[in-house]
């Protein structure tokens, strides 16, 4: 349903320091539900693949070197207004700008290592959780 979903995933920087439990239990807390997960490495392949509208951007190659760096925790999340309740959670992509109680605030230490993906429209949540997940793996 649009507006419900919202795909995440737990990046390389996060993963690496152990923080996958703490992210989790702040989604929990959030009121979102799981309702799809899988913990996995991207190729550097997919990481380009997923990451492709940014190709033009300066960060792409930095990025996509980034996500295939290590394992990642990739999610949908339900909840009623999805893309911007989780864009409000997670906070400002700079962790020096988030608020308090965010997830970047708590877990991330740069712009570039910035701990966690959200959705940014509920089409682009729509085209990361197909990227991601078959609907039998959807719960």
Do not use: C, W
Not at 95 to 123: F, L, Q
């Amino acid at each position: 349903m649009a507006g419900n979903l919202t795909l995440t995933m737990i990046k390389p920087d996060a993963v690496k320091k152990n923080a996958i439990g703490g992210i989790l239990k702040m989604m929990n807390d959030g009121g979102f539900k799981i309702v799809a997960m899988k913990y996995m490495h991207l190729s550097k392949t997919k990481a380009e693949a997923f990451y492709a509208v940014h190709k033009e951007r300066p960060f792409y190659g930095e990025l996509t070197e980034f996500m295939s760096s290590g394992p990642i925790v990739a999610a949908i999340l339900e909840k009623d207004n999805a893309v911007e309740d989780f864009r409000k959670l997670i906070g400002a992509t700079n962790p020096a700008e988030a608020e308090d109680g965010t997830i970047r605030k708590v877990y991330a230490t740069s712009i570039g290592e910035n701990a966690v993906h959200g959705s940014d429209s509920d089409e682009n949540a729509q085209i990361e959780g197909d990227f991601f997940f078959s609907q039998q793996e959807r719960f």
